[in-house]
């Protein structure tokens, strides 16, 4: 997608919004616009952090090639940071919803103390099919070498639905809070009775 005239948009590091990232197409960073029609404050809402050096922080990452064409890779709230490597939650969810068995999927984060965060499935499965294992997920993941090893998700859970958001989308912070107060951790971290 490219800009409109008279709008800038640049990607930035996420930890560090005055370094900017390189418009080679393989760069994700936060993407930031700015232009005489975006908004420069938010109304009665003191929220600097959104307004890096007069940019809008729009909360999505994404590469911006060459060329200026820019896409967006994913939420910045929900990409898994793990291992100081970016996975996109987008990504996984769009090439695991091919499985058969599968009615939705959503990719959220869980906590992990070596990795900061891991990859952790929620499926719905179809209404009279088996949904898939982890470990074909594992080999459709990595078959033709569409993700890496370190990208393929550590646990799936079966649900009976995943919430959704008043515009009828997935509501991952709402999987997250489920998540939390479950007391959810990834298999390698529970203990052992």
């Known amino acids: 997608m490219l800009v409109v005239p008279t709008v800038e948009i640049c990607i930035a590091d996420s930890e560090d919004m005055s370094q900017r990232l390189p418009h080679d197409g393989k760069a994700q960073g936060e993407l930031l616009i700015r232009g005489p029609h975006i908004t420069g404050s938010y109304y009665k809402i003191d929220k600097p952090e959104a307004f890096p050096g007069g940019w809008l922080a729009t909360g999505d990452i994404a590469t ?23 996975i996109s939650s987008k990504d996984l969810e769009g090439h695991l919803s091919a499985l058969p ?69 997935i509501s991952k912070k ?17 203990s052992k009775l």
């Not at 200026?68 to 940071?81: F, H, L, N, W």
């Not at 709402?174 to 529970?190: C, H, N, Q, T, V």
Request: some cysteine; charged content about 30%; proline content about 8%.
């Open 174 to 190: 709402e999987i997250r809070i489920k998540l939390k107060a479950d007391g959810y951790k990834l298999p390698s971290l529970r």
């Open 64 to 86: 911006i090639d060459p060329k200026g064409y820019m896409t967006i890779c994913d939420r910045s709230k929900d990409v898994i940071k793990s291992g100081g490597e970016w």
């Open 101 to 169: 068995g599968i009615a939705q999927v959503a990719v959220v984060a869980a906590e992990h103390p070596k990795w900061d965060e891991r990859p952790v499935c929620i499926v719905v499965p179809v209404e009279y099919g088996t949904p898939p294992t982890l470990e074909q997920m594992h080999a459709h993941c990595l078959k033709d070498g569409v993700f890496a090893k370190y990208e393929c998700p550590d646990d799936v859970l079966l649900w009976k639905e995943l919430p959704m958001t008043g515009t009828g989308k």
